[in-house]
């Protein structure tokens, strides 16, 4: 098993360009999850997809649109960068949300940055 | 609201010697914890999780953390740190296991 997979690892954009980040997971999974991490703040959920066919605003959703392409995959569009969205960006998975207890699997991360 | 608070940026510990990590909690309801490590440019490793079956949670690596809803805290220990435990470790609550709060992170150095 692979886990959860993102593409690409790094990627650099100029302000105003579009880019889509891309996650798998092969643990038939229900839930998944994207999140950015910035130095000094910790991880903050973007939006998730409690599963196949919703997705649901996070913290910190303006900027983004996301995709939950078939139940192994979400998709993380960046529609007009800015460098605000500089970031390392996470997905996770887990077996189901709005359980008790419900442990999150992550990605390797992409490091993005905007110009 | 919930929230989380770790109330150290960063620690450092000689090799052998015991290891804290804190951890304060706010949350409404009774909240899920758990604690994550993120080696350096690595994903997230779960180490351990609060279940409420027991308020003494033993996780991977000789890892352990104590639920004390009294004093909303969650924090993490280790006996004898060992040089691999270099890391960022994070705490995290969740209440309805949508979302999910992360602290700011813990650095951890170990000193040989």
């Known amino acids: 098993n692979a886990g959860v997979t993102q593409t690409p690892k790094f990627q650099v954009l100029k302000t105003g360009q579009s880019m889509t980040l891309q996650c798998a997971q092969d643990?038939?999974?229900?839930?998944m999850y994207w999140y950015r991490q910035d130095p000094g703040m910790g991880l903050r959920l973007i939006y998730y997809?409690?599963?196949?066919?919703?997705?649901d605003k996070g913290e910190v959703p303006n900027g983004y649109n996301v995709s939950r392409l078939n139940k192994r995959e979400f998709s993380l569009r960046l529609e007009s960068a800015a460098p605000s969205q500089t970031s390392v960006y996470f997905c996770?998975?887990?077996?189901?949300?709005?359980?008790?207890?419900?442990?999150?699997?992550f990605g390797p991360g992409t490091r993005l940055t905007v110009l | 609201a919930q929230s989380v608070t770790q109330l150290d940026s960063h620690v450092s510990v000689s090799e052998g010697t015991p290891v804290l990590l804190r951890c304060n909690y706010s949350?409404?309801?009774?909240?899920?914890l758990f604690w994550y490590v993120q080696h350096p440019n690595k994903g997230l490793q779960l180490l351990l999780k609060?279940?409420?079956?027991?308020?003494l949670v033993k996780g991977i690596n000789g890892f352990e953390a104590e639920f004390k809803k009294s004093e909303t805290s969650f924090h993490l220990t280790k006996p004898s740190a060992h040089m691999s435990d270099a890391a960022e470790y994070f705490c995290?609550?969740?209440?309805?296991?949508?979302?999910?709060?992360f602290g700011t992170g813990t650095s951890l150095t170990v000193i040989p």
């Open positions: 996770a998975s887990s077996v189901f949300s709005g359980l008790p207890y419900n442990e999150q699997f």
């Open positions: 643990m038939n999974h229900n839930s």
């Open positions: 997809s409690a599963s196949e066919g919703t997705t």
């Open positions: 949350s409404s309801y009774s909240p899920s």
């Open positions: 609060y279940t409420s079956a027991a308020t």
């Open positions: 995290v609550v969740s209440e309805t296991g949508n979302q999910f709060y």
